[in-house]
């Protein structure tokens, strides 16, 4: 078993910055590929950035790309979502997610993270 516990989300202006981070205990952390999805209210939850266990594959939806950066650290069991020049779009909360199935590829689809945190409320205002 995996827990996940979010933390950094917030309201903030249309333009600033948030990081988003994500504590993992129980297994071994770097045994895992790690994903952000977020759902706004009235839509699907939908994949936002992964990174594969080793940190040397990342994979961002487009909508984001070149605005968000996903990282981890092995050592502190974490892994973090630098979120910039935000929108209201972004409005969502946010959620950390675990793969168990150790790969070279992000996975992007919702069904193949095994383990889920119960999320971070991310507000933007213009």
């Known amino acids: 078993q995996v827990q996940l516990v979010e933390s950094g989300g917030g309201l903030v202006q249309a333009g600033g910055s948030l990081r988003l981070s994500c504590a993992a205990s129980?297994?071994?952390?770097?045994?895992?590929?790690m994903a952000w999805f977020r759902q706004a209210p009235g839509k699907e939850r939908e994949f936002v950035a992964g990174?594969?266990?080793?940190?040397?594959?990342?994979n961002y939806v487009d909508s984001v790309k070149g605005r968000f950066t996903i990282s981890r650290d092995n050592a502190k069991s974490s892994v973090y979502l630098q979120m910039n020049s935000l929108e209201p779009e972004d409005t969502a909360v946010y959620y950390c997610a675990a793969d168990a199935f150790r790969t070279m590829k992000v996975q992007v689809r919702e069904g193949q993270y095994d383990y889920w945190g119960q999320g971070t409320q991310v507000t933007v205002f213009s």
């Open positions: 129980g297994r071994p952390f770097s045994n895992y590929g």
């Open positions: 990174i594969t266990w080793n940190g040397l594959n990342t």
